[in-house]
Structures are given as C-alpha cells and as structure tokens.
C-alpha cells in the first residue's frame, strides 16, 4: 500500500504541473482561424506530437518505476529539449499495469524555413508563454507467458488533448489513441538469468484526429523489431519501429531507437539515442534516471 500511496503522489504532483501550464498556454487566440492549413502528421509536427511506442518485452511490468528523462531533438530546422516524465503500477501480480507519462517542459527554436513548411506562427515560444505536452495513459494486460513458446501482452494506450502551442505545430490538440500487441521471446539465456537475448515484435493499428473536413481520422499500421541483451546489470536494446497512415501526407515515420541501461539496487542510469527515417525527422539524445520499487 505504501507504493501505491506513493505512485499516486507521484502522479497527482505530476498532472498538478502539467494542467496549469496548459492553462496559460491558451491566452493568445488569434492563430485559430489559420489552424486548417496545418498538416496533421508526423513530418509536420514537433518530435513529441506524435509519440511511436517503445517496443516492450512482451512482459507485463512486476515493479512500480517512477522515471525522470531530459531529452534534446535535432534536425536542421527546429531544436527542441523537454522534461519527460513517468510513472508506473503494475497490478494483480504483473499480469497487468497502468502507466502514465507527460512532458510537462518543452521549448524549441524553428528556422524561418520550418516555420513556413509548418504553417506555424513563431520561430520559439514567447517569453511570456508556458505550455506543457500531452497526457498519454497506457494498461498492459498478459495474454500468454510460456518460456517454450513466447510471451504475448496487449496493450491499450491513449494520448490526450492536454498539449499546447497548436499555433506552432508542437501538439496537436487532439486525441489519439493505439492499440499494439507485444511478443517476446528469448533466443539464448543463462541458468542465472543474468545473460540473455531476447527478440521482441509489436504490431498494433494507430488512430489520431486531424483537422481534414473530409477525413477527420487517420489510421495507421503500427509495427517494431528489435533484440535486447542483458549482460549482469547492463542491457542494450535496439529496434526499428514506426507506423504507416494512409494519407500518404508525411505519415510513415520510421526510427531507429538504441536503449542503454545500467542497473543498480534498484536505481537505474538510461542512456537513449533515437534516429529518425522517412517521416520523422529527428535525432534524438536522452538521459534518465528511474527509481523501482
């Protein structure tokens, strides 16, 4: 009870910062009558517009894990760093979860060419300004955990509408929600279980609201690959994951996403480094910490 008493601490602090900094981001309306001339996907939009999801393990989560993240994105046209959050329960002896992440920070600086193809209004958030990213609730549950045969977990995820500066292309102001389905299995594993390889594989469908009159959706096939090894208390993962929408508009990113982490006591030190193909147009650095209880 007492890390559940903490979990929800933990998040109600989280969501505490996260609103009132949507709250004052929404002083200057002027932009809304232009908002039809932005293209609602991924090419169009911020790195954190439209998040593609981790490839997971296959395994339902069995500890709680708070997470703290600063991450830096890069490409030639706009520069942007933002505070990422999380926080996770698993429940009824992880075979199921819950967990919630944000951005409650984010700034960035656009060229005038990415301004233009983008539709957007500044070059940066004005001074005056704050605003925070999007809410996105995520529940796991356990369909199948064999070691002879592999192990499968579903998962139903939903981005919300919390995020800000619309009028720059940073958040689109609208939900989204996916639905993906996670096999693992490993390949080779140490009696100890302190050395492994193990290959994991997501495929799901994507959904998000757009601004089209005609088309008010569009809907995505969401997949992922990749291996991790476990070596004592490092792991390195690595995989190619993205989602296809049938607009053709700037709507197929792919990444390449390469995950580091070292473990101590229960303390771990994250290392990630993103590169982005096709559609998504960033690469990204980032260090965290996550804390499991």
């Given at each position: 009870?007492?890390?559940?008493?903490?979990?929800?601490?933990?998040?109600?602090?989280?969501?505490?910062?996260?609103?009132?900094?949507?709250?004052?981001?929404?002083?200057?309306?002027?932009?809304?009558?232009?908002t039809l001339l932005l293209v609602?996907?991924?090419?169009?939009?911020?790195?954190?517009?439209?998040?593609?999801?981790?490839?997971?393990?296959?395994?339902?989560?069995?500890?709680?894990?708070?997470?703290?993240?600063?991450?830096?994105?890069?490409?030639?046209?706009?520069?942007?760093?933002?505070?990422?959050?999380?926080?996770?329960?698993?429940?009824?002896?992880?075979?199921?979860?819950?967990?919630?992440?944000?951005?409650?920070?984010?700034?960035?600086?656009?060229?005038?060419?990415?301004?233009?193809?983008?539709?957007?209004?500044?070059?940066?958030?004005?001074?005056?300004?704050?605003?925070?990213?999007?809410?996105?609730?995520?529940?796991?549950?356990?369909?199948?955990?064999?070691?002879?045969?592999?192990?499968?977990?579903?998962?139903?995820?939903?981005?919300?509408?919390?995020?800000?500066?619309?009028?720059?292309?940073?958040?689109?102001?609208?939900?989204?929600?996916?639905?993906?389905?996670?096999a693992g299995k490993d390949i080779?594993?140490?009696?100890?279980?302190?050395?492994?390889?193990?290959?994991?594989?997501?495929?799901?469908?994507?959904?998000?609201?757009?601004?089209?009159?005609?088309?008010?959706?569009?809907?995505?096939?969401?997949?992922?690959?990749?291996?991790?090894?476990?070596?004592?208390?490092?792991?390195?993962?690595?995989?190619?994951?993205?989602?296809?929408?049938?607009?053709?508009?700037?709507?197929?990113?792919?990444?390449?996403?390469?995950?580091?982490?070292?473990?101590?006591?229960?303390?771990?030190?994250?290392?990630?480094?993103?590169?982005?193909?096709?559609?998504?147009?960033?690469?990204?650095?980032?260090?965290?910490?996550?804390?499991?209880?």
């Amino acid at each position: 009870m007492r890390q559940i008493a903490y979990f929800l601490f933990v998040l109600s602090a989280c969501l505490s910062v996260c609103l009132p900094l949507r709250t004052r981001a929404q002083g200057d309306d002027s932009w809304r009558d232009k908002t039809l001339l932005l293209v609602y996907s991924p090419r169009y939009f911020g790195p954190n517009a439209f998040p593609i999801p981790e490839l997971r393990s296959g395994k339902s989560p069995v500890h709680y894990e708070v997470e703290v993240r600063g991450e830096y994105h890069h490409y030639a046209g706009d520069r942007t760093k933002d505070l990422y959050l999380r926080a996770l329960l698993p429940i009824v002896k992880g075979r199921a979860g819950v967990e919630v992440h944000f951005i409650p920070v984010e700034k960035y600086k656009l060229s005038p060419e990415t301004r233009d193809e983008r539709k957007a209004v500044a070059l940066e958030c004005p001074p005056e300004v704050s605003y925070s990213g999007d809410v996105v609730i995520s529940a796991f549950y356990q369909l199948l955990q064999s070691e002879k045969w592999i192990d499968a977990m579903l998962s139903l995820n939903l981005k919300t509408a919390s995020g800000g500066r619309l009028c720059d292309a940073r958040f689109t102001d609208a939900a989204t929600y996916w639905v993906d389905l996670t096999a693992g299995k490993d390949i080779l594993k140490s009696r100890s279980g302190k050395y492994a390889l193990r290959m994991q594989a997501m495929t799901g469908f994507y959904c998000w609201m757009t601004n089209d009159i005609v088309h008010r959706q569009n809907d995505a096939l969401l997949y992922g690959a990749g291996l991790t090894v476990t070596l004592h208390k490092f792991s390195l993962s690595s995989d190619l994951s993205g989602f296809r929408g049938y607009e053709n508009n700037g709507d197929h990113p792919l990444q390449w996403r390469n995950h580091l982490q070292f473990e101590h006591k229960n303390n771990l030190l994250s290392l990630r480094y993103t590169h982005g193909m096709q559609d998504s147009l960033y690469d990204t650095y980032s260090i965290g910490y996550i804390r499991r209880f």
